[in-house]
């Protein structure tokens, strides 16, 4: 997925269902723990009080079990079971539940009890406490002690515990899956409304163009994150306005400063074609020909370069310019207008005085004065 929107909901969907499964074998462990302990406690119980049944007479053990407080290990089919040996392996007492099968000999001592399971040989699941101690003397032959060891275990049919732990695993499932389907609502929801605002932000990009470039972003709007974006956004969008609003002024100073100059190129041409000149005024044409394109060349350069610079008083070259040849300069295209007009002029500037000033654009400003005065004066008026 390459979508934001998707990568983020697959990592919570993850994350939450690793959180869920995690919790659920965390809780089933607990529990099975929790019965698991329990049921031992029972079954130490049980061991502790037939190991206190146990006794050592004669120099033998002998154990009074009369199963009448404990029935189930007296019973064909009971589910409790026991079985007390000596320690060189002898038979002394077993639950008639137990019936012809065995229980291992696995003990341990009295405050380390044995605990494991077992699969008797019917395929019954039990679980046992194995207890290794030495019975108590009878009180009539405390001198025919012989401290002998015998190894007492006890089981239960540990089938309900595990019952139990079935069910519980299943209710965990059931409630896991079930907080995943949520989860996923939850998430997906969660995850299109938190990107909402992203998405209205890329709608209103989508939106944009040229002749909305005026328009900004309120960041105040927007959640934290998409702040600093939205602040960038506006600061692109005003330097692309500017850069725009430059190429249309860009455009039409072209259009007007150059109208002057091709005007003055096609009257020469005109004049070549139609009128008989000697080669020197022929040359002279050309010569006003070159000078003309030379001025229309550094015009456009000059504007060319004023809007490409963000600050356009950055892009002026300064140079000492003489007013009084640079006002004739720019008079002399329209002296044949102007005499058509009746319209006289008198340069009354000192020689010799110099301004600082770009040179180019200068001589437009006086070529654009000099063609508004000419063409659009009365005519017979005197000009400067």
Known sequence: MNSVRG???????????????????????????????????????????????????????????????????????????????????RNVERSRSLGSMTLPMRAGPINAMSFFDFTLADGRRIRCAGLRFIPQAEDDSRSEIHNVESVLVVGRDRSQMDHTLQILAGSLFGVGLGSLIMLVLLVRWSVRNALRPLDRLGGSLAAMNASSLASRFSPKTLPEELQPIAVRLNELFSRLEGAFGRERRFTASVSHELRTPLAELRTLAEVNLTTPATDAERLDSWQDILATTRRMESLALRLLELTRVEDPAHALQLEPVDLSTTLAAGLQPFATLADQRGITWNLDVATGLIVETDRTLFEVVISNLCANAVEHAPRGTPLF
């Open 7 to 89: 990568r983020l909901t697959s990592r919570l969907l993850v994350g939450g269902a690793l959180l869920l499964g995690l919790t659920g074998l965390g809780l089933h462990w607990q529990m099975r723990r929790a019965l698991t302990s329990e049921f031992d406690a029972g079954l130490r119980a049980s061991a502790q009080s037939l190991a206190s049944m146990a006794e050592q007479r004669d120099g033998g053990i002998q154990m009074e079990f009369s199963g009448e407080n404990m029935p189930g290990f007296e019973r064909a089919d009971g589910n409790e079971f026991f079985a007390l040996r000596a320690s060189d392996g």
